[in-house]
Structure formats: C-alpha cells, structure tokens
C-alpha cells in the first residue's frame, strides 16, 4: 500500500509524463481488460486503475469505451431531432411558429443563405 504523498507523486509524474509506466504502449492482455472491468464494476476511479494497470488515464478511458464499461450502447446518446433542420430560429418563432409574422421571410432568409 502506497502513503497518499506517494500516490500524489505518482499521479503527478503520470500525467506530466516524467515517468515511463511499466505497462504504457503495451498491448492489453485478456487478463488486463478483466481486472479493468472488476476495479471499473467496483467502483474504483480511471486515476486509481491507471495506477494499478500501470497504464495512462487516456488508455484506461478508451479502452474502458472499448469494454462499454459506461453502458452506451443500451443507454445511447440522444441526437437532435433533424426533422426540425429547416424550422426557423428567430425568437418568436421558437414559441409559435404559426403567429410569427415573420416566418415566411425567416425561411426564405435562411433558404438563401443555406443556397450560397
């Protein structure tokens, strides 16, 4: 067990790079990802893992992705709603597009910049 000044300078030197870890640019080995995905599952922080794996934040990031340890794909990102592209934006019409006297001419605004 390392003493928490211990821990700050190993922190510290990982991510100023002034130390090579053991592990760094190395492939990940089955056993790796496994004990990734325990100390992930258990609720540990990238920080502590990257310590324990020997590996960079970044690499424990992606290869966590990698895992779907977060859970994207049965939970994805929400994208924005494209069948509203070529609504119109100004204030008014934003609240009620039919009461905004300008909303023939928004679009046609919009029409001529998108056609430039």
Same mark, same amino acid.
């Given at each position: ?9 190993t922190v510290k030197?990982? &991510?100023?790079?002034? =130390? #090579? !870890?053991?592990?760094? /640019?190395?492939?990940? @080995?089955?056993?790796? &990802?496994?004990?990734? =995905? #325990? !100390?992930?599952?258990? /609720?540990?922080?990238? @920080? ?69």
């Amino acid at each position: 067990m390392i003493t928490s000044q211990e821990y700050l300078e190993t922190v510290k030197n990982m &991510r100023n790079r002034t =130390t #090579r !870890l053991d592990r760094e /640019g190395d492939y990940w @080995t089955q056993e790796e &990802r496994e004990k990734l =995905t #325990r !100390l992930f599952d258990s /609720g540990a922080g990238l @920080t502590d893992i990257a310590i324990q794996l020997q590996r960079t934040e970044p690499a424990v990031y992606q290869q966590a992705e990698k895992l779907d340890l977060y859970r994207r794909q049965a939970n994805p990102v929400r994208h924005k709603d494209s069948s509203r592209a070529n609504d119109c934006l100004c204030d008014r019409c934003r609240l009620d597009t039919a009461s905004c006297p300008r909303s023939t001419a928004c679009m046609k605004e919009r029409e001529g910049i998108e056609s430039v």
